[in-house]
């Protein structure tokens, strides 16, 4: 996999392509507003308390934030004035490199992660430097895709990842082992009572399935990446398999992007998993 650079926002083919073959677009300079003095605000949240989520969300269709430990943020509606307006901030420039995308697409989400990686005291499904791919437990995608944009507005140090080989081969080398296809065959009224579809369900599963498979961990094909302060990135998190092994003070605003909207759709996961379904239903009868 590569890091591409956008040397300038605007749309163009090579953006999207690069996205669904599994690679990170990278802007080694903030491509938009975000005023020094948020950043800083930001900074001096000291988030430590276990009882709360490992990350401060914002919710832009409801403006509601949570998340937050109260005795750690001095004014709570400047924290929303400040994550409304990176969300805001983050979304246009979206619209401007990627419109294909944005037409249908649905904002979820923006996040600040207040606590240094390295270390962190999470249970093993929170962890974030084990390699996983993104699902939802409670905003079930049905198909859909998570691009992630991201901001290290860290003044000193790195935010360090790693990276594996995208959803694709992941998928043929490990998919049917996790039970995809069992998961695959299960009945519509469960379905209905969660809302979530087998590929919603497989998917939280799978992101379980890697983080606990100590091979896969230790001998998959790895991609280490640096990202500076100041720099921001672009992935699609349920096509490319991440972890985080260190940083501190980042940003990141999620978009559901539809399947249908991909330049290639046959590199959406959903696409990718029902071809092995249909492979080794081929292979059975």
Request: positive net charge; aromatic residues 12%.
């Amino acid at each position: 996999m590569e890091l591409v650079e956008v040397r300038e926002v605007r749309p163009a083919p090579e953006w999207y392509g690069a996205l669904e073959q599994g690679n990170i677009l990278f802007l080694p300079r903030l491509p938009f507003d975000l005023p020094a003095q948020d950043q800083e605000f930001l900074r001096n949240i000291q988030q430590t308390s276990r009882s709360y989520h490992k990350n401060i969300a914002y919710r832009p269709e409801s403006g509601k934030v949570t998340g937050f430990d109260a005795n750690a943020v001095s004014d709570a509606d400047r924290l929303r004035s400040i994550l409304e307006h990176f969300s805001r901030s983050a979304t246009g420039f979206l619209n401007k490199l990627l419109p294909r995308y944005m037409e249908s697409g649905h904002l979820d989400y923006a996040s600040f992660r207040a606590i240094e990686e390295e270390g962190r005291d999470l249970t093993f499904k929170k962890r974030n430097d084990l390699l996983h791919i993104d699902a939802f437990p409670t905003r079930p995608t049905r198909g859909d895709l998570i691009l992630r944009t991201f901001v290290n507005i860290h003044p000193t140090r790195d935010r360090v990842w790693l990276t594996s080989d995208p959803f694709e081969p992941l998928a043929r080398e490990h998919a049917v082992n996790a039970g995809w296809t069992r998961m695959a065959s299960w009945g519509s009224l469960k379905q209905l009572v969660t809302r979530r579809t087998s590929y919603d369900r497989f998917m939280l599963h799978f992101h379980d399935y890697l983080k606990r498979n100590e091979d896969y961990q230790r001998n998959c094909r790895k991609y280490r990446w640096e990202f500076p302060p100041g720099s921001a990135w672009m992935v699609f998190t349920d096509i490319v398999p991440h972890a985080v092994l260190s940083g501190q003070y980042a940003l990141e605003q999620t978009m559901i992007v539809s399947r249908q909207s991909l330049l290639a759709p046959e590199r959406a996961p959903f696409e990718i998993l029902n071809r092995l379904r249909s492979a080794a239903r081929g292979a059975t009868s």
